[in-house]
């Protein structure tokens, strides 16, 4: 259950981004297309996020360091513009144009996944 909320987070994440940030774009031909090439890109991005971070981080643990932390940016930026790669090869209609706009769009997914989860909790409490 946990999984499919933190999915449904990134969707809206990713859809917000799509409507704030001019150069991420998603063209799908009806209003249910364009749900599902929501969810599929964000799926893209979250096992994206869980594989090549962790290991971007322990790599460029010095870049880190030295740049106190404002290399997280740029990796998030090219993690985001591999998601466009990933999407477009799967013939998905969403687009990040440049770097620019996936340095934008990383930091706008960010901020808006960590106010709806502040929002919406990963897991339902059983109390």
Excluded: E
């Excluded at 409507?19 to 991005?45: E, Y």
């Excluded at 971070?53 to 870049?63: E, L, S, T």
Aim: aromatic share 10%; net charge positive.
């Amino acid at each position: 259950m946990g999984f499919l909320i933190r999915l449904a987070i990134t969707a809206v994440a990713l859809w917000v981004t799509t409507l704030i940030v001019p150069g991420v774009d998603v063209h799908g031909r009806s209003g249910g297309n364009t749900v599902l090439t929501l969810i599929v890109v964000a799926l893209i991005f979250g096992v994206i996020n869980a594989v090549l971070k962790p290991i971007i981080r322990v790599v460029g643990c010095v870049f880190y360091l030295l740049t106190l932390g404002l290399f997280a940016l740029v990796v998030n930026a090219l993690l985001f513009l591999l998601t466009d790669r990933i999407a477009r090869g799967l013939d998905l209609p969403f687009q990040v144009d440049g770097f620019w706009a996936a340095f934008w769009g990383a930091i706008v997914m960010t901020v808006v996944t960590w106010l709806i989860s502040v929002i919406v909790p990963d897991r339902l409490d059983s109390r």
